[in-house]
């Protein structure tokens, strides 16, 4: 044993020491620490020094559960306390909490909301086990159509060359969709409005589990279906469908088939659902397809699934020679579009269904983040105003030996509670609203925090980090007071931070202000495309579908004979699509073109009425007239823009088309020119267009009966009879066509009303906070009301005077406002070929509005501290 | 009165034997040599702690010693509550065990 004298000092482990000086309270450190380290010492001497280290280490270790007790027992303690004041403080001031909690349950709310949304359509398609590997084969083709130049349409032929040429590709299936189908079983009549042709690959690509049938099978036998459970249910209701007779009309035949199979229901968050899938191949046998296995017809849904790992881009790159080889050149570019991100970004056309949009996902992500920031800014601007009350509270807690730490503490429980308390109320707000709003976003979004395991870690999460970033600022703010200025109290009117008040005040009224220009903009916009003349009329026409019902298409004619008779019936014409919405498109052609006249042309299919009806107006030549008999071999209407782009002075006359049965535009002569009308939404220009005279009855997939005003009812039973008389098995299905007008600008008037209703929620909350700093002031400074009002001043001076300092903050969040607004709007209207120009009474009446309100707010709140008697206010505190 | 627990009452006994010098490590060293079991100094804090806490004994400071890294000593004294809860649980104790019946115990 050496002697204590002899040897050098050894410190104890450094790590050991930090850990024990860390952990320890402040007035234990130093004895327990000299404790440690005296019988460190002792252990040196007697074990010597790595010993000793090892020893310090375990003793250390084996004092942190002590200490850790300790330490949740204060805090339990301290934040038990800290509760009671924080409930005392709420009870104290109700209408200063009220308007607290209300702004932050409001923001958070909203947030919740609009989270639910974004992970709603972030979470299509992920669902497949496959989901990474599985890829749509889409179609690059020079010239954008709607905006776009990829299209979601391959060749059929395309999936089993596929498979053959790569072996990375595991399974490749063909979908083709086909909506409105007539089944029956036995008596029962169905309309199927998700029919889909589909390759038993299908079931080997998407994981859609079979609950009856077996996966490798059942779509085996050329006239099997498999059903989704809740078709299942509706056709064939308590009965077992498997073995089941479907009966499948086309417009000529039926055809038999039976189920073999249930899957369970496609999920909603799915880019296509099927309801009835029947084998791909059958489809050629029940429909006269025999241009199925050209290359040249791009009328399929392909997707594949890879091999794990594969390099979607390298397989990409292979495609142009595999087609060149397949198909020959000028076949346009094929692509591979991951299957996860079909439905955000996708511009693609021809797409199964209408997919989301990821624009409008990010902008209603921006928004919420922005209304939860504006929520927090206005708790903070209260808190902070709230807490110069409470000056004297902090300054005797310092004196009495508070830390900064304990007081910083202390206000951030003060937030967290009212957080809390704002938490619950914005879930009962999400459980109230969810049902409005899954109704505007059209998505099945469901709100079960107890059931959804990822939601409730995510709220709580909410919960603490508004707590924290709103509490924070007021709570350093605070502690950071001096006692002594405190408590004189003069310490009361030392206000501190005033340019981040002023700043936070800016923010609020600045991020209200742009939405509500937004709100005006996209108002404006939506008015602009109401009041438009569209160059056809779009009142009293009511719209038939006939392409589902083939006996209704077949009697066309007689249709039509019978609607006429009812005197109130003005006319009906029979078309291919609808005026405001014509899609399709071809290459102009005409006897002598030159191989370098590339003009595409959009075409329309219609009958001798179609003019009348929608009030299309005619500039040149004539109408399709039974009067000329020579229209019936073949008769073209041409628009302005078409007359522009061929170059042609006097079209009328000349002949248009190319021979065929089948080819479009079919030859004939050109009647007229008839005036330029929007063909299509307001996003894009009026381009060249070709009203053919259809040359059979299939073309008509529309039947739109042009009605009187009067008697709207009872022409609408007499249309439902004649319907029910030429087709009783379809059901009767009738739409307004101005319906049909605005439902094309459904994402437009969805925006609208998503900005109209969180500038009403923003300025909302911006007032609350107004409101609050506004009392304050007024508080602040009620002598120095009274002096003024004792030397002559009068209440509405006095008013003016308070509201002046908040009022020119609003001006400014005005300035920063407009030009975000501006660029934002302008963006957006960009999207329209044809839209509505800002003006400046427009960013003026925004920055009124808020400037009226904000006035208002504080005027009434300032009014009562400006009116008070100022014997009593001189005297005060 | 709440009786003393078994930590307690040991360590109030140290600082009782150890009179004057009793502070965290004398009381550690004190209660092995006594029992022959190894403790932990956590095993010592915990006791003392709420001893001062129930006012059985009080803290002084010590003077400052090398072997310490030049820190205070955290002198524990008793005070006259903590002698009357000796005298309390000795006396507890020594009843229960004269009630114990002979022979039980030894054979």
């Keep these: ?877 | 009165m709440i009786l003393l627990s078994r930590a307690e009452e040991t360590v109030l006994l140290a600082i009782l034997g150890l009179k004057e010098k009793a502070y965290g490590v004398s009381i550690l060293e004190y209660i092995q040599q006594k029992t022959g079991m190894e403790w932990s100094l956590a095993q010592t804090y915990d006791p003392l702690k709420k001893l001062v806490r129930k006012g059985y004994a009080v803290k002084t400071k010590g003077e400052p010693t090398p072997e310490r890294g030049g820190r205070a000593k955290t002198l524990y004294r008793l005070t006259n509550q903590g002698r009357e809860a000796l005298v309390e649980i000795r006396r507890v104790q020594e009843s229960l065990w004269t009630a114990v019946p002979k022979g039980v115990l030894t054979p």
Aim: proline residues 5%.
């Design chain 1, 1 to 877: 044993m050496i002697s204590r004298r002899d040897r050098p000092h050894i410190p104890p482990p450094r790590l050991g020491a930090c850990l024990l000086g860390w952990l320890l309270p402040d007035e234990e450190r130093s004895e327990t620490m000299g404790d440690f380290e005296e019988r460190f010492q002792t252990k040196v001497c007697e074990r010597g020094a790595a010993a000793a280290r090892i020893w310090y280490g375990f003793q250390v270790l084996r004092l942190v559960p002590y200490l850790v007790k300790d330490h949740i027992l204060w805090s339990c303690i301290m934040f038990r306390n800290n509760l009671i004041i924080a409930w005392r403080n709420i009870n104290r001031s109700k209408v200063y909490s009220a308007l607290n909690i209300l702004g932050l349950a409001a923001g958070m709310a909203v947030f919740i909301l609009i989270m639910l949304y974004v992970r709603y359509e972030l979470s299509f398609d992920r669902y497949h086990e496959n989901a990474r590997n599985i890829y749509r084969v889409i179609k690059q083709e020079p010239g954008a159509y709607l905006g776009s130049n990829l299209s979601a349409v391959t060749p059929a032929p395309l999936a089993p060359a596929l498979i053959q040429d790569f072996p990375e590709v595991l399974a490749a299936a063909r979908i083709k969709d086909r909506p409105d189908i007539l089944i029956n079983i036995g008596e029962k009549y169905f309309l199927e409005k998700k029919f889909y042709w589909a390759d038993p690959q299908t079931f080997e690509i998407f994981s859609f589990p079979l609950v009856r049938g077996d996966r490798g099978t059942v779509l085996k036998d050329p006239f099997a279906v498999v059903l989704s459970e809740r078709e299942a249910h509706r056709l064939f209701g308590g009965i077992d469908p498997v073995g089941q007779i479907i009966v499948y009309h086309t417009s000529d035949k039926t055809f038999e088939f039976k189920v073999s199979g249930v899957f369970r229901d496609i999920p909603a968050n799915s880019h296509f659902v099927m309801d009835i899938i029947a084998p791909f191949e059958t489809l050629t046998k029940v429909e006269n397809l025999f241009w199925i296995n050209n290359w040249n017809a791009n009328s399929f849904h392909i997707y594949i699934r890879l091999k794990d790992r594969t390099d979607e881009r390298t397989l990409e790159s292979k495609l142009p020679a595999f087609i060149e080889k397949h198909a020959g050149s000028g076949q346009g570019q094929f692509l591979l579009q991951p299957l996860t991100r079909i439905h955000l970004t996708s511009r693609v056309n021809f797409g199964l269904a209408p997919t989301g949009d990821a624009r409008f996902v990010f902008l209603f992500a921006s928004i919420a983040v922005l209304v939860l920031a504006i929520a927090c800014v206005n708790y903070m601007n209260l808190a902070i105003a709230r807490s110069l009350k409470r000056t004297k509270e902090v300054g005797l807690r310092k004196i009495v030996g508070a830390t900064k730490g304990q007081i910083i503490r202390q206000f951030l429980g003060d937030s967290m509670t009212i957080t809390f308390l704002a938490f619950l109320l914005a879930v009962a707000g999400v459980l109230l609203a969810l049902p409005a709003f899954r109704a505007f976003v059209e998505r099945e979004i469901v709100f079960n925090p107890l059931r959804d395991m990822t939601l409730l870690p995510g709220l709580v999460l909410l919960a603490a980090a508004v707590g924290a970033v709103a509490g924070s600022y007021p709570a350093f703010f605070i502690s950071a007071f001096q006692p002594v200025f405190t408590l004189k109290s003069a310490g009361a009117s030392r206000i501190k931070g005033r340019w981040l008040r002023n700043g936070l005040i800016v923010f609020q009224f600045a991020a209200s202000i742009a939405l509500i220009v937004c709100t005006v903009g996209v108002r404006s916009q939506l008015r602009y495309i109401r009041n438009k003349d569209m160059g056809y009329e779009r009142e009293q026409i009511v719209v038939l579908p006939v392409r589902q019902s083939r006996s209704l298409q077949a009697n066309i004619g007689a249709v039509k004979t019978e609607l006429k008779r009812n005197a109130d019936v003005l006319n009906v014409a029979a078309s291919l699509s609808l005026p405001n919405n014509i899609n399709s498109r071809t290459g102009a052609n005409w006897p002598g073109k030159s191989t370098s006249d590339q003009i595409p042309i959009f075409i329309e299919f219609a009958d001798y009425d179609y003019l009348d009806v929608f009030g299309l107006k005619i500039v040149q030549g004539r109408n399709f007239s039974r009067a000329f008999p020579s229209d019936a071999n073949g008769a073209h209407l041409i628009n302005e823009s078409a007359q522009k782009a061929l170059g042609w002075a006097d079209p009328v006359g000349g002949d248009f088309g190319s021979e065929g049965k089948w080819v479009w535009p079919p030859l004939g002569k050109i009647v007229g020119v008839v005036r330029d009308f929007h063909m299509n939404s307001l996003h894009n220009p009026v381009v060249p267009l070709d009203i053919a005279l259809a040359p059979n009855i299939a073309y008509f997939n529309n039947l739109s009966i042009k009605i009187r005003g009067q008697n709207i009812p009872a022409t609408l039973a007499f249309i439902r009879k004649t319907w029910e008389r030429f087709a009783p098995e379809y059901p009767f299905e009738y739409t307004f066509f101005d319906e049909i007008f605005d439902r094309a600008y459904r994402a437009e008037q969805r925006l609208g009303t998503m900005f109209s209703a969180f500038a009403g929620l923003t300025v909302f909350i911006a007032c609350l906070g107004l409101l609050g700093l506004a009392s304050f002031t007024a508080e602040q400074k009620t002598k120095e009301i009274g002096i003024r009002k004792v030397l002559g001043a009068s209440t509405s001076g006095v008013i003016a005077l308070l509201s002046r300092e908040f009022l020119k903050w609003v001006v400014l969040a005005n300035v920063i406002a407009w030009p975000i607004g501006y660029f934002a709007m302008r963006s957006w209207l960009r999207n329209f070929a044809y839209r509505t120009s800002l003006t400046v009474p427009m960013f003026l009446g925004a920055g009124l509005a808020a400037f009226a309100i904000a006035a208002a707010v504080i005027g009434l709140q300032t009014y009562r501290a400006a009116a008070a008697n100022p014997a009593d206010s001189i005297r005060y505190e």
